[in-house]
């Protein structure tokens, strides 16, 4: 419940419902870079066989994004918004070309974390279960007379990368149709593979850390890197084995952070997209003499909060 403090007496403000599914799917559409830092690339695409995409985008990772949208309870969202990522792995040339011909990319697309968001009021049981399975984002809203639209994700994240532990899933082949051969995500061990035992620790001890900030942080990784996000990102770490540390991207606001220590550097503006701007090392060398890891930590926590 929300409510409006007048005078110090609360009056509950009423739910209200939207026109129609239409009239979600444009607000949404229209505040994606707000809500989820997706850059919006088309809506209502028709395909041959896999039916009519209702939002595709591109996250800040260069992850492809299907977007599904409900007005109310339906069965079957999932199933379809599965049906959609199948369409964008079997015809990845396709998808690429429709993107780059709306919106300037820097770099690949990673097809192999394509990401799948639902807008619903409520699920059902059979979607909710079905979710960690696809590694789907659910996402309730509730609509209020004043115009305050709250957004909330349903599930717990249950697709955390543990460290060092096989995940089947970034071994899937993507069908091609004889096309392109893709890049696979690295699990979290073949990103460390040939580091050193020091740097493996140091990594531990801390994603240890980030991931006991709150249960709605969930890691995955890419063929280049690890990243930790809410809606949005906030970490980007590189596997540096040459120099045995860990370079860490972090999200600022306005390319703000609180470093008193001066740990961070500037992200270079042909590296960099929205405001995961800031650089700071764990290296093995340093880590406990020039600063500590509670330090880095400081500045990951502002990091985080800005997502939230």
Known sequence: MIFDIKKGKAVKINTRDFKSELELHQLIDKNLEEIFEIRYIKDEHITDKHGRIETLGIDSSNRPVVIEYKKTIEKGQLAQANRYVAWIKQNPDSFELLARKNIKIKGELDFSNIRIICFAQ????????????????????????????????????????????????????????????????????????GASPELKSLFDAYNREVLEISSDIECYTTAGEILYKTSMNFIAMAVQKKYNRLRIILRTKNNKITDTKKLTQQVPSHFSWGNMSKIVYLDVKDINKKYSLADVMALTLQSYKITK
């Not at 979710?131 to 994240?157: D, F, H, M, Q, S």
Request: neutral net charge.
């Open 122 to 193: 409520d699920y059902n049981m059979d979607d909710k279960c079905l979710a960690p399975v696809l590694g789907a984002e659910l996402w309730k809203y509730t609509y209020y007379e004043n115009n305050t639209l709250v957004i909330v994700r349903e599930e717990e994240p249950e697709q955390l990368i543990k460290i060092f532990k096989k995940n089947n899933s970034h071994k899937q082949h993507i069908a091609t149709k004889g096309k392109r051969e893709l890049r696979p995500a690295k699990t979290i061990e073949e990103h460390f593979t």
